[in-house]
């Protein structure tokens, strides 16, 4: 079974510039999940969709927004880039995002905002 | 409220030594425990995990980690280190009632292998 799939693998912006990542979660996961990891803050939790739909949010501006597909698949897209966007983002993916249950990490985007 | 405190930003072991990493948890309900390891450009893999029953839980590549209910820890621990462990290692923590998505993590404690 394919894992946890995320395009571009690298990507580098200017500020101002917007930028939308891609994630392919395991088949037949309902659940995709994006988080943040920066060496200062490390992992944050960006937020959840589960069959289309977002059903919990982190506390992350306006700037930073999603959405999932039929498919399953997310986006996530930051608008305005500043410099403190640079991190890499990871995508996870679960069957239902119940209580204990796994989550399947993907390799992640670096973005880089110069 | 939950937090999660990773005692030691960088832990070096020798190869073949115990391999004791720490973590202390906050939880204001019974919590769910969680050990990932992340491997140089790659995401996080789940180590092990525990819910409810048996403390003392087994998960992949030899390692093993004990929830302490008095002690307020969830350490995790292998007999004998591998110059493969060395990464970056997380414990996190998650209420019962709560989606998996809604994690706390720790900050990390960097792993190294010393031949």
């Known amino acids: 079974k394919a894992g946890v799939t995320q395009t571009p693998r690298y990507l580098i912006k200017t500020r101002g510039q917007q930028v939308t990542l891609s994630c392919s979660p395991i088949?037949?996961?309902?659940?995709v999940s994006w988080y943040q990891q920066t060496p200062g803050q490390g992992l944050q939790f960006l937020f959840e969709?589960?069959?289309?739909?977002?059903?919990n949010k982190g506390n992350f501006p306006g700037r930073f927004s999603g959405r999932q597909f039929s498919n399953s698949r997310s986006e996530m897209n930051v608008s305005t880039l500043e410099l403190g966007d640079s991190a890499l983002y990871l995508c996870?993916?679960?069957?239902?995002?119940?209580?204990?249950?796994?989550?399947?990490f993907g390799p992640g985007t670096r973005l880089t905002v110069l | 409220a939950q937090s999660v405190t990773q005692l030691g930003s960088h832990v070096s072991v020798s190869e073949g030594a115990l391999v004791l990493l720490r973590c202390n948890y906050s939880?204001?309900?019974?919590?769910?425990l969680f050990w990932y390891v992340q491997y140089p450009n790659q995401g996080l893999q789940l180590l092990l995990k525990?819910?409810?029953?048996?403390?003392l839980v087994k998960g992949i590549n030899g390692f093993e980690a004990e929830f302490k209910k008095s002690e307020t820890s969830f350490h995790l621990t292998k007999p004998s280190a591998h110059m493969s462990d060395a990464a970056e290692y997380f414990c996190?923590?998650?209420?019962?009632?709560?989606?998996?998505?809604?994690?706390?993590f720790g900050s990390g404690t960097r792993l190294s292998i010393r031949p």
């Open positions: 939880s204001s309900v019974p919590p769910y």
């Open positions: 088949s037949g996961h309902r659940s």
């Open positions: 969709y589960f069959s289309e739909t977002q059903r």
């Open positions: 996870a993916s679960s069957l239902a995002n119940g209580p204990g249950d796994e989550q399947f």
């Open positions: 996190a923590v998650t209420a019962p009632d709560s989606s998996a998505s809604k994690i706390i």
């Open positions: 525990y819910t409810t029953g048996a403390t």
